[in-house]
């Protein structure tokens, strides 16, 4: 088992390293939507709900973009049936997430650096605002992992792939743009407390998104 | 039976106009919409949420029928949340002035109706039955948490302020025949989304009948293919 997750796990950083399509696609498209968020607001002061939206909003479609790739890419190549036969559902699944879950942190390090460069946004708390991070990227791969499977055998699987992970992932971006507000809000106008409240209940759906997932996955990748 | 039940909606309806005006409305006599309107999301989640649990005997058992019976769950707590919606538009406009208010609420029952319609997205594009029944009911299973949460933690988290009342029934603001109407109505919605949910499984088990003598009769002799084709044959993966 814990071999099985591992190997998945060389797989894809080797794989990636390889190529750097999907590191540089997300990241490219990270930097656009910060680069954008910034052209649209430069003469604005933008009050913490706005950014915590905007970062919100630039994480989630960074994830939908990047993520579903490391399953979809198995069916496209063809590889996907002998993986079926060599691997547990169980070690494919926490190989690729946690792959997903190293690609998505360091998605949202590029992101927060340039949001936080670009839109001169100051910071009140920053354990409030790791913990926020950290719980959505959580979520995020746990979640568009799941989601790639599910689309694998579809038509038209990388446009379904996102329409299905955004309704799924749109309660975790409220709970992360409560969170991140509160985190980013300088003038101390939001309870400190609720902001944790938010952090904390995001990291919990993370981690249950990623244990509940692993069943799930198995479910779909044995059939 | 059918008669019967076309008979309790028309008496329930006209009785609906007869009791007196709420108070605390801005228009009462055109808050009955409250009356069509509350039952809706309390039966929508309950078919959601046994539509999930029959995914779910679906992924244990692998027996199609229990796809079928998760699908109709699927498609009628769809309906009553597209009722919802509707109902809920209306009350909005006559009550609060907008169409639209962008209350907490209608929003995230907004991303519910979004997450379920991305489960009829996926079914739809998928050929396989098996692999349809399969992938969907994950998703089903996958998109209860959200749901949940959108439909009863997410109102009540603090800070979040809504038009909608968090306890006008427990706190006795519905009283009364306007509470008897609303039981009645409920109960009722209750028999007409059993009734649909019997036909449409009874139909959706039909279609897999005729599917398995359409399969049988393609394999028996009556339409056999000739010896130089070689039909692909489905090979469990299972050990």
Known sequence: ?223 | MKYALALAVALVTVWSFLVPDAVGFQRPELARVFFWHFPCPILATLLLIIGAWFSFKFQRTGDLRWDVRAVACMELGYIFCLMTMATGIIFSKVQWGAWWQNDPRQTSFLMVLLIYAAYFGLRGAMTDDVKRASNSGVYALSALLPMLFLTFVFPRLPGVESFHPNESIMQGQIKGQYAYVVVAVMVLMAWLSAWMYRIRVRAGILELKLEEMANGLENGSGDSAGSTVVRPVRVSRES
């Not at chain 1, 910060?34 to 003469?43: E, G, N, Q, Y």
């Not at chain 1, 719980?135 to 299905?164: D, E, I, K, P, Q």
């Open chain 1, 1 to 223: 088992m814990k071999a099985g997750w591992i190997a998945i796990l060389r797989k894809e950083i080797k794989s990636e390293l390889r190529q750097k399509s999907g590191l540089v696609t997300t990241l490219l498209f990270g930097i656009f939507a910060v680069i954008t968020i910034s052209f649209a607001t430069f003469d604005l002061a933008i009050s913490p709900q706005l950014a915590a939206g905007l970062l919100g909003v630039a994480m989630l479609f960074s994830a939908i973009v990047g993520l579903p790739r490391v399953i979809l890419v198995e069916e496209e190549q063809g590889t996907g049936d002998l993986l079926r036969l060599l691997a547990q559902p169980e070690d494919v699944f926490w190989g690729k997430a946690i792959y997903n879950l190293l690609f998505m942190v360091a998605t949202t390090i590029a992101i927060s650096v340039l949001f936080f460069g670009f839109t001169h946004m100051g910071l009140r708390n920053l354990p409030l605002l790791l913990l926020c991070l950290s719980g959505a990227c959580m979520a995020y791969a746990g979640t568009v992992t799941l989601c790639g499977a599910l689309v694998a055998h579809a038509s038209n699987r990388t446009a379904l792939a996102g329409v299905l992970a955004v309704p799924l992932l749109l309660p975790l971006s409220f709970m992360a743009v409560s969170g991140l507000r509160v985190a980013l809000d300088v003038n101390e106008a939001f309870n400190l407390t609720r902001g944790f409240i938010s952090g904390i209940g995001l990291v919990l759906y993370g981690a249950a998104t990623l244990s509940v997932g692993s069943y799930l996955f198995a479910a779909v990748w044995k059939r």
